[in-house]
């Protein structure tokens, strides 16, 4: 899928640079590729995965410039010499690296939304469920993913290699807390049961929350559970004075109007390059 072309607020207003830095910094501590490869002005994951983001050079400014663009063989050196295919995640206004992509045959994919949040008392994501009272299970949180949280991704209507490789690697990386919600069941916490609903993670790294693996079976969609979950995700952020949230989400995934309602904003939209 190409990029919609960039809205308004992205030709209007960039990001500055600590900002963009802050989140793909947070991002790519929450996927925990095998590999992490620093050159100036950009990260390069390193991993064989399915996980887009854990094998896509990314720049750490959306100021790209002519010395951006002559980095690009370079970067794509890298990748190569490590078994992979040459992948990169841009945002999604044009530069001479986008033009300099395009004369060497790559083409954009899969377009996505970076969303935000600041965390304020009257924040709609504080109070996304309470309307919904006992009408759902309770959200529990996790320090570690339990079996029934990974199956979740395996669930119906999930790849379930995708699944098993999203599950694993935010699995791996510190600072993470799991959230589930499940049938309720008296006497047994959601990580000894064996059947789960909905379930999220949510990545806590220099100074920001990353909100990660929203996952509802579809069975039970509509019913407020991951309000829920990003509900309880708000809340212990706010208790801990941590008021910087953000997610991302495909640009054509209906989920992200329920985020708008939520208080997210659209930061910036980004594509990834593959070779043709």
Partial sequence: MVADLPLESELAWRPDDALVAAIERATLHAVSP??????PHWLLPLDACSIGRTHAAVPLSHRLSQADA???DTIAAVYRADGLKPMFR???????VHAALRLRGYTEHDPTWVMGCTLQDDSPVLHAADELGGLIGRVDVLTVPSPAWCAVFLGPGFDPADGAAR??????????RFYAVGTPTP??????QTALHAVGAACWHGG???IHG?????AVRGRGMARAILQRMAQEAWAAEQRQIFLQVGADNPARHLYQRLGFEHRWTYAYWRHA
């Fill in 34 to 39: 095998d590999r992490l490869v620093a050159l």
């Fill in 70 to 72: 002559e980095q690009i």
């Fill in 90 to 96: 841009l945002p999604c206004v044009e530069s001479v």
């Fill in 167 to 176: 599950a694993a690697h935010l699995g791996r990386a510190s600072g993470t």
């Fill in 187 to 192: 006497g047994i916490s959601q990580d000894q």
């Fill in 208 to 210: 920001w929350v990353g």
């Fill in 214 to 218: 929203m996952r509802t079976l579809a």
